[in-house]
């Protein structure tokens, strides 16, 4: 009898030590974790910048004003609660990538991101981006899906179809959908 308490208190010590969750990559954000993903988007002419706020499964989206011919610099922040979890991003930087998939819209797009944001294999991660806006409504409800991609395979800038940046495998930590409009 002793020697099965013995193997009980064993077998409950192995099961706890193996299912700590201290052992989970911490850089790891999920769905849950961001709440917001807020761009910044500057006039290059005029200097002023509007807030364009998108709340995590929101009813509505934000619709980001932009004028043909302008050019805007845009700056991606994610937050979770009031806590800025964009530093957590740019730390793991070779785990993320950003997709701007813009439907509906004529921009030319270039990522701009400094060292802190770009990749050891050299992609920028899409946190600074430059938008120079040909057409902004090219369809009835144009719009631009932000996604933030973890952990990929690989990744790319390079523009596939409507989409500026690919990625092969990995998963999604979020995603943020914002009207455009002219």
Known sequence: ???LKYLILILTIIF?????RADEDLDVLSQEDISNIILNVKDDETGITQTYNYTVNSATNPVIKLTDGKTYTVNAVFLNGNEDETESII???DEHFLIFDFH????????IDDESST???GNKLGLVTKWEVVKAANSSSPE?????IHDAVSVS???????FGTANGGETDAVATFGISN
């Not at 706890?16 to 700590?20: D, F, K, L, Y």
């Not at 509906?104 to 990522?111: A, E, H, K, L, P």
């Not at 800038?157 to 989409?163: F, K, P, S």
């Open 91 to 93: 730390a793991a930087k």
């Open 144 to 148: 631009l899906v932000l996604t933030l």
């Open 119 to 121: 990749r050891t294999d």
């Open 16 to 20: 706890t030590a193996g299912c700590s």
């Open 157 to 163: 800038e390079v523009q596939n179809g409507t989409a």
């Open 1 to 3: 009898m002793k020697s």
């Open 104 to 111: 509906g819209s004529i921009i030319n797009f270039t990522r």
